[in-house]
């Protein structure tokens, strides 16, 4: 019973804060994220002795070591996710989203400016919301008193080699350059997504800390030895997640719907060039995700094959399980004939004379590549044409992606989620000194 009323406050809040959050992406009001006050009256008439009981809510920021890309930032943001939803069952804590900053990989000169980016331009964030209570730094930032946030972790792991693996965590020096500059009034300026260029964004409390475990071994720690409002947790991919592949897991990662902008236009390409769409490949989803559990072979997928083409630095950093174009040409062909496919969609960063190659081995069949005008690529920038190869990739009767790639790996969740046979989805393009090499574990989807 007691744990009835504590669950429906818990919702109760959230749905609160959702609302809250919610109206504030749509521009209907706006209102102090800092005011309890004005937070808790919406809504909550009839339950005045809740918004009396209510604690402040709180910010949980978060940041990834600069050098990571796109794809496993992805993977950062569902560990704290639901590190966030495990704070929710006793405070209620807002997840800021990072703002995305240029990236090694986003290497376009004609887009535009690749920095401030809202999550917005790439995800859902009412699907996001579905998860846990998000809110963009932006928007965040707008209200945040004097622009101070209250206090920084930076984690960073023990230096000294471990024997037996166990989770721990202390508070140390720190071992590394961190990107935060104590100033004489004893804050702390750091850069925040860039946004500290234009803005003085400083921290009131900076800390490294020691770090090693899963994302959820911090939770006390938050909640009993920070008492910030806002708590910004730098490094966070030093944090394992709670659980890889169980139930919760997939959640975080159903929510990541991408923005229906990006689908609009993966769509649309389907339709026109590969015979492509949801009813005919049955791949025809509910808009709210907590209401799909394909099941496996549910999707048909497309009339043809989807191929992940890692190139770049892949194909010094991975020689020998990135192939020649020519072995990689072989692969495809052999697919598209095991398959009775003419068509193939390759996803790569692969440069035009790289794609001319891999097109003349293939003569035969009609090799395909997204190639966006200028005004969306102005719109939505590299990581957006990042997005639409990988839905459009997605939805192929077939895929074989690159090996290790956290591109291709979020391309075989994708699939798990619209309903593919593991079969079609979990394939490695092998190298070329190794034709019969292992193929990816099936990370299958647990609804
Ligand atoms: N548009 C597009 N970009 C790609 C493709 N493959 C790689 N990239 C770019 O290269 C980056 C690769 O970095 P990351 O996301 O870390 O994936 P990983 O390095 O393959 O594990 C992506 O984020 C994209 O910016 C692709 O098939 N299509
Ligand atoms: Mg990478």
Redesign the pocket.
């Known amino acids: 019973m007691a744990d009835n009323v504590a669950s429906s406050k818990y919702f109760l809040k959230w749905t609160i804060h959702i609302t809250l959050v919610l109206m504030s992406f749509y521009g209907v009001t706006y209102s102090d994220p800092y005011d309890d006050n004005i937070a808790f009256q919406a809504g909550t008439e009839n339950q005045p002795e809740f918004a009396a009981a209510a604690k402040p809510f709180r910010y949980l920021i978060y940041d990834v070591n600069p050098g990571?890309?796109?794809?496993?930032?992805?993977d950062v943001y569902m560990r704290i996710a639901n590190l966030v939803n495990n704070l929710n069952k006793d405070e209620v804590w807002i997840l800021v989203l990072p703002a995305w900053k240029k990236?090694?990989?986003?290497q376009s000169k004609d887009v535009g400016e690749q920095t401030k980016i809202r999550w917005s331009t790439f995800f859902d964030l009412p699907s996001l919301n579905h998860h846990v209570p998000v809110m963009e730094f932006e928007d965040f930032l707008m209200s945040l008193p004097d622009y101070s946030i209250d206090e920084v972790y930076h984690l960073q792991r023990y230096k000294e080699p471990w024997t037996h693996w166990s989770e721990k965590m202390q508070i140390e020096e720190c071992h590394e350059w961190t990107g935060f500059h104590e100033r004489p009034n004893g804050s702390y300026w750091s850069s925040f997504f860039d946004f500290g260029h234009d803005m003085d964004i400083t921290a009131k409390k900076f800390n490294c800390l020691s770090i090693q475990g899963h994302a959820s071994f911090i939770k006390p720690f938050l909640l009993q030895n920070t008492t910030g409002r806002s708590v910004f947790i730098d490094r966070a991919e030093t944090l394992l997640h709670d659980r890889f592949g169980n139930s919760l897991y997939w959640q975080a990662r159903k929510s990541m719907v991408f923005a229906k902008h990006l689908r609009e236009i993966g769509d649309e390409y389907r339709a026109k060039h590969l015979d492509s769409t949801d009813e005919t490949d049955k791949t025809v989803m509910d808009p709210d995700w907590r209401k799909n559990e394909k099941k496996a072979g549910d999707a048909k997928g497309g009339p043809y094959l989807g191929v992940?083409?890692?190139?770049?630095?892949?194909v010094k950093a991975h020689k020998k399980h990135v192939p020649s174009l020519t072995y990689a040409a072989e692969q495809i062909e052999n697919l598209l004939q095991k398959y009775k496919l003419k068509k193939v969609f390759?996803?790569?960063?692969a440069p035009t004379n790289e794609f001319s190659e891999l097109k003349s081995y293939l003569k035969k069949y009609k090799v395909f590549r997204?190639e966006p005008s200028k005004e969306i690529r102005m719109k939505y920038k590299?990581?957006g044409?990042?997005i639409?190869?990988?839905w459009i990739?997605a939805h192929a009767r077939y895929f074989i992606g690159?090996h290790?790639?956290?591109?291709?790996?979020?391309i075989q969740e994708e699939r798990e989620i619209l309903g593919f046979d593991p079969e079609t989805t979990f394939n490695t393009l092998c190298g070329d000194d190794d034709e019969e090499c292992e193929q990816p574990a099936k990370w299958k989807i647990v609804n």
């Open positions: 990571e890309g796109f794809n496993l930032r992805r990236m090694y990989h986003w992940h083409l890692r190139r770049k630095d892949y390759v996803a790569t960063d997204f590299d990581g044409m990042a639409i190869d990988q990739v690159t290790v790639s956290t591109f291709s790996f979020r």
